[in-house]
């Protein structure tokens, strides 16, 4: 069965908002409906809802509340779901984010569609051992036992949901992150340096390693005062890991970071860096950010954890340390400081074409025609 039998499918694409469909997963969209596929995305209405529409595809709004844990409301969200699948009738569907994988899952098992959920990171639901993981994993362990396939974006994610027998094995996939749009994500040329710029972006958050960062600026700028670090982000208010508005302003108010808000594009804060730098232990998939920068050639610093290791080459993309550890971040941000120009365009090079020859979002969306032509096929997993 060649690609251009996919002419005519209908294939939902689900997530808990249009932002996260539209800035992640545009090009598997794209590609889908280039093979002949409807495409009708089914989340939340929000400023992106459009975009999408604009893109060929049908949008269809569905009422949700992300991040409360009301049964009652979860409940109504399952049965919300129920009544767009029967309406709809698809024949596949490919869910992100979490209630829509759980409850999205037990709605599609209703009518027999298959169900294929993607999973970039376990997120705080894993984090600890506590009443939120039970709750999650019991909920998994339910809305999963009929689902066509689930997707990773590293190989210790995909164990910790085979481990507690969550899903087996040949039912799993592990990708190189959702990848990165090389096209819109060019090469562009670093900037001269000194002055050295290092920016940090990503959600507030204590996990995400903005306290090392911000401890290694000022290390740093005691003996380099004309070193930046940027802060590119949004406060996490309601996240238990958040970063207090309190403490932003102390650190902003001590000098040695710049907090530059937050932005729907990021493209020209990276190119105004020379280093992305992300020393997360939160339970990432794949960190977006690190293939952003490495598309448009920065070198990235992160952490030796699962999700991140795998977003460089340690010693020709960028450079590891250890997580919450930032005496050790400190030496690998003076590591960069300290190359030629010469290294330090060699090594943007380099980031450049690991972008482009394992992270390119097209790889990714070639894997999803695969996965649905398997699921026509009745293949459970297709081939590699």
Known sequence: MGKNSLQGRHV????????????????VVDTLMAQGCRVTILAPRDKYSDDLAKRGCEFVDIEMDRTGLSPLRDFALMRRFRRHFQALKPDAI??????NNIYGAIAARRFGIPFIAVIPGLGNAFSSDNWLQKLAVGLYRFAFRNIHLALFSNVENKEVFVSKGLLDADRCIVLDGEGVNTTDFAFATMPPAPPWVFLFCARLLYSKGLAEFVSAAKSIRAHAPDTQFHILGKLADNHPEGIEQSKLDEW???GDVQFLGETP??????????????????????????????????LVITTDTPGCRE??????????????????LTKRIEQVMSLTDDALQNMGQNARNLAQTKFDDRITANVYLDILQGVFENETVPKA
């Open 12 to 27: 939902v694409i689900t997530a808990n908002t249009s932002w996260c469909i539209a800035h992640f997963r545009g090009t």
């Open 94 to 99: 490919f869910s992100y984010t979490i209630k």
């Open 252 to 254: 902003i108010a001590q």
């Open 265 to 298: 594009d990021v493209r020209p804060f990276i190119t105004a860096a020379h280093c992305v730098v992300l020393p997360s232990y939160y339970q990432e998939g794949m960190p977006r950010i690190l293939l952003d920068a490495t598309s448009l050639g920065r």
């Open 311 to 328: 977003t460089l080459i340690d010693g020709e993309t960028g450079f590891l340390c250890p997580a919450q550890d930032a005496a050790t």
